[in-house]
Nanobody
Framework: QVQLVESGGGLVQAGGSLRLSCAAS????????MGWFRQAPGKDREFVAG????????RYSDSVKGRFTISRDNAKNTVYLRTNSLKPEDTAVYYC?????????????????WGQGTQVTVSS
């Protein structure tokens, strides 16, 4: 079993930045692809960004490409999401996810493990 704990959310003005962190435990971190998802009120949860096991492959949704950066530190068992140029429409609960399937570098769906989420609120 993998435990994921997010941190770093908060209230920020439009144009501001936040760095979200997700600490993983329970399994060798470098065996997991890692991702970030978000869910806004009244909307489905959506994929935001993902990173493969060694950090060399990343994937982003079109809505955040160029503004958000996903990275990982395998020595610290932590994945990060740097969010720049935040917009009110980025307001959501952000979830960390992990996937243990070695056949896929960065899955879009079918993630195995989820964190509890951290709230990001962007004021206009």
């Amino acid at each position: 079993q993998v435990q994921l704990v997010e941190s770093g959310g908060g209230l920020v003005q439009a144009g501001g930045s936040l760095r979200l962190s997700c600490a993983a435990s329970g399994r060798t971190f470098s065996s997991l692809a890692m991702g970030w998802f978000r869910q806004a009120p009244g909307k489905d949860r959506e994929f935001v960004a993902g990173i493969n096991r060694n950090g060399l492959i990343t994937r982003y949704s079109d809505s955040v490409k160029g503004r958000f950066t996903i990275s990982r530190d395998n020595a610290k068992n932590t994945v990060y999401l740097r969010t720049n140029s935040l917009k009110p429409e980025d307001t959501a609960v952000y979830y960390c996810a992990a996937d243990g399937d070695p056949s896929t570098a960065v899955p879009i769906q079918g993630w195995d493990y989820w964190g509890q989420g951290t709230q990001v609120t962007v004021s206009s």
